[in-house]
């Protein structure tokens, strides 16, 4: 029996159709990755981001998510190869899939969802491992095929999963990154899922975990693309209705603290004792309880205030503060808050497609990393900071120079 689909939320919760209601606003918020033209800021397209906590199966979510295609179109401006860390990552992830679950199977096959520029299905394309990548936003998947990644331009539901199976193959193992999370239809997605999957199959994937946005208050994870934020506890539920079983997770730390979640059809693996110490930690964390999100909600209001009581000090005393990475995240941090360009003058950001534009609903202009480099601000607000590590290191010269990063995970903070 296939559970009834809601993929608009309506009050109803995405996967298990309980009533949800939303327990705090983030205001009006414009399409965290749209990056304007300097000539087109009219008719910018806003909506409420305000999510909700399911308590019947603890699903986090967005009550309101704009349509898919006004987020990933043709000029999406997220490109996953822009980090170096995350290109080891990524690389770290399929020679796990290949070192482990395809390790002696005759003639594998790999799907990708959401496989982007190919930063991850390149891994399998060298190694002569038959693969096929789900990328809807056309740019991104044209850079990928260009490098002789096989990749579709779609949505992938269990329509296009059965024709994939009759063309193609069942699925030794399906990856996802960083997209699962994107995806409204849920119910859809782990449908098709099921049916792609070999019966020995593995579907693995890692998304932002809701146990550090909770514990490091990093509100910022909560943007248009991300209707879901994911616990253990919610991932075993949602896909045990399609016949998968949690069998192993892995916590990552990319993107500010992310999980990695196993499934496979129910009693075809072992299930790791892992899973249930995860569930177990989600229990103590109080994660299913809505208090927590009460809590959560004034965190984040006294983490607005110390972060604007820092910009508007640093204002009045004249420094130049700039934003570093122009990261989707950064979208509802400035519009949250009330960042606006008197406080800072630009975000300098490495990507190509977001230099000369204008930040989403605050239009602070976004430039090149030279013009962050070319002369030093005071202060510089780390936009990008599940990047710390390697931004840090990378920018000796600006702290050698005197200048001083603002941090806000989990604590707003000047630090050098
Ligand atoms: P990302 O980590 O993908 O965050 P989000 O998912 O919130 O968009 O984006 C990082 C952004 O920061 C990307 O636009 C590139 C930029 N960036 C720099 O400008 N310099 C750097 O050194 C790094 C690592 C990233
Ligand atoms: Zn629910």
Redesign the pocket.
Known sequence: MSPKVKSASNGYCRVCSARISSFMSFGRMPI??GFLRPDGTENEYFFELAPAFCEACGMFQLLEQPDPQKMFHEQY????S?????QAHFEAFADAAINTVLAGRDNPFVVELGSNDGIMLRHFKERGVRHLGIEPSANVADVARTQGISTISAFFDRRLANEIATDQGSADAILAA?VMCHIADLPGVAAGVQRLLKADGVFVFEDPYLGDMITKTSY??I?D?HVFIFSATSVQRAFARFGLELVDVMPQIT?GGSMRYTLAPRGSREVSKKVNEQLAKETTLGLDLAETYVQFKANCENSRAALMQTLERLRSQQKRVVG???????TTVINYCGITPAHLEFI????PI?QGRLSPGAHIPVKA?DEFTKSYPDYALL??W??AA??RE??TGFVGAGGRWIVYVPEVAIVS
């Open positions: 965290a990755n401006a997220f490109y996953s822009t980090s170096r860390y995350m960083n910022d994870q943007y693309e993107h570093y990475g122009a990261t989707s995240k950064s300098s950001d490495t990507t977001k990393y936009f990008a599940n990047h390697e931004i990378k920018e």
